[in-house]
């Protein structure tokens, strides 16, 4: 999750083990700490820092699979912030320490723009969180090459109705909308959360993202 989601993270033992401590978990809410990466901005903030409260599951199920880029498929904690680089070109970016740093690359296009995110727990290599948010290209976002596309989370996007929200996950309302779901995952339980923001009842803003907790037995 957003490195201010949890606090008192601490450094994976193992490369793609990203664990958290039950106090941690506990405080499960993105206030829990204030995000120094005020430089990330929109949506990327947002699922970043403080803008959702993900503090219980709420669905079954995690969504979200693999993220279509163009021809890119992004898999949360398994693609590397260099793969989207390499691909579609831009600058990685950094900004904060600790618990609050946060590393990115941002594309803007004609109508959104992108972030994919990474943090402690992605040791600042491994894509954690993918964001998108309608507008006009923001300065401080690469500009998008032809080949770059907005996401395809596999699940309703930018544009998308409250009632496409309600139809998929069966609960929606309000301007900000959070998803949870846990999953097996070994070692350690694996959170994935999705943030929503709504404009007229319209999707403006969508955040994904997936951290590791403990697990509940």
């Known amino acids: 999750m957003g490195a201010a989601i949890f606090a008192g993270q601490s450094k994976p033992r193992e490369p793609r083990m990203r664990h958290l401590t039950a106090a941690v978990l506990s405080a499960l809410v993105i206030a829990a700490v204030p995000a120094h990466a005020a430089s990330l901005g929109g949506m990327g903030q ?11 599951a709420n669905l079954e ?4 699979k693999t993220i279509e880029v163009g021809k890119l498929k992004v898999q949360l ?19 904060g320490d600790g ?3 946060a590393d990115w690359i941002c594309y803007g296009t004609e109508g959104a723009n992108v972030w994919f ?4 727990l992605g040791g600042y290599e491994f894509v954690m969180m993918v964001a998108a948010e309608a507008g006009k290209p923001a300065k401080s976002c690469d500009a998008a090459p032809a080949e770059f596309a907005v996401p395809d989370f596999g699940i309703p996007g930018l544009g998308a109705a ?3 929200l309600k139809s998929t ?8 909308v959070a998803y949870r779901s846990d999953r097996p995952g070994g070692y350690s339980d694996i ?14 803003g969508i955040g994904v993202g997936e951290t590791s907790v403990p697990t509940a037995h």
């Open 162 to 164: 409250s009632a496409d």
């Open 99 to 101: 618990a609050g740093r």
């Open 191 to 204: 959170a994935q959360y999705i943030g929503y923001t709504l404009k007229g009842g319209k999707v403006s």
């Open 46 to 56: 947002a699922i970043f820092g403080n803008g959702f409260n993900f503090s219980k």
């Open 61 to 64: 199920k995690a969504p979200v």
């Open 117 to 120: 995110i990474s943090n402690a």
């Open 169 to 176: 996950f069966g609960a929606a309302s309000g301007n900000k």
């Open 77 to 95: 904690q398994r693609t590397k912030l260099k793969d989207l680089q390499k691909a579609f070109g831009g600058t990685i970016q950094s900004d």
